[in-house]
């Protein structure tokens, strides 16, 4: 680190000098123009030029060399990247693989495919980036993990197959929220530095709390679809509870309230009989995640 003096020029102005190595490094000259940000958290972030953007285009060459999932991740992997314009070349007719593509563009946020061939898909992202608020797409995932867990409700109550396809839906809508997160965090920390104006963001590190906390969130719709599937009666209302009261501290940060939550989530997770079952060991998994925010949430707090 270094440290340089604050100096006063003119009448009304003051001035910190740049140092010489990293003026060059940038092939700046005197009389050029860079651009500067002033970050939430009161430091201020000197680009050698306008903050690159990410690539408007990705182009995915496919052949069979991969497997079908593995084509999948990787047309997620350019999405949540930021690309804008997607381009999936087959190195042959492969249905398959095809089919699994076009429905995986379909289910990413924003993305319309623009051009469907024998052995090439385009898709473009019509997403508005400057529209993405965190604290909105957060508070989205949030009202999901909450109707799954009211229909998780009904189904150990021994309701019938409909409540289960619900509950489905709301996981593949879950997945949809969790991609277009990590792409918005993405894009804030190539595109802009921390400029996220929702009041969740205050410093550069409260983006990667951000993704941690929407991969424990994720990870909690993946236990919740596991227990529908292996009914036993788990309680419910206790998970909707803590759940409500965790995401309420990601915005308050009252860290005397995540103490006590803490110690109220530890308790409970050692009383709970994993080997039982299935579902009880998905439940107690659900409050382990919940333990994760919550350290991700303290961790957010010290800024």
């Known amino acids: 680190m270094e440290f340089r003096k604050i100096q006063f020029t003119g009448r009304s102005s003051y001035i910190v000098s740049l140092p010489k190595k990293w003026v060059r490094g940038h092939n ?25 953007e990410v690539s408007e285009k990705k182009t995915l060459e496919i052949s069979r060399e991969y497997s079908p999932d593995m084509a999948i991740r990787l047309v997620i992997s350019a999405y949540i990247q930021g690309y804008d314009v997607l381009e999936i070349n087959l190195a042959e007719e492969m249905p398959v693989y095809k089919v699994k593509i076009r429905k995986i563009l379909q289910s990413l946020p924003g993305v319309e495919i623009i051009l469907d061939e ?18 909105e797409l957060l508070s989205r995932i949030r009202s999901l993990i909450l109707a799954m867990l009211g229909d998780l409700k009904l189904l150990v109550e021994g309701n019938g197959d409909e409540i289960f396809r619900d509950i489905n839906d709301l996981e593949n809508e879950l997945d949809r929220f969790y991609f ?28 990667l709390g951000i993704l941690f906390i929407v991969r424990s969130i994720e990870r909690i ?26 995401m309420e501290q990601i915005e308050e940060r009252d860290l005397g309230r995540i103490d006590s939550l ?36 303290i961790n957010m707090s010290l800024s």
Do not use: W
């Open 28 to 52: 700046l000259k005197q009389g050029d123009v860079v651009p500067l940000i002033l970050n939430p958290d009161g430091s201020i972030t000197i680009y050698p030029r306008e903050p690159r």
């Open 118 to 135: 024998s052995r090439r898909i385009v898709a473009k992202s019509l997403l508005d980036e400057d529209d993405v608020n965190l604290a």
């Open 180 to 207: 277009l997160i990590i792409r918005a965090v993405n894009r804030l920390l190539t595109r802009r530095g921390v400029t996220e104006e929702s009041g969740i963001i205050r410093r550069t590190f409260d983006l």
């Open 221 to 246: 719709g993946d236990h919740i679809i596991r227990i529908a599937e292996n009914p036993d009666p788990v309680d419910v209302p206790y998970l909707v509870e803590k759940f409500s009261a965790m």
């Open 262 to 297: 803490m110690l109220e989530l530890e308790e409970k997770i050692r009383s709970i009989n994993y080997r039982q079952s299935i579902a009880m060991e998905s439940y107690r998994r659900i409050l382990e995640y919940l333990e994760n925010i919550g350290e991700t949430i």
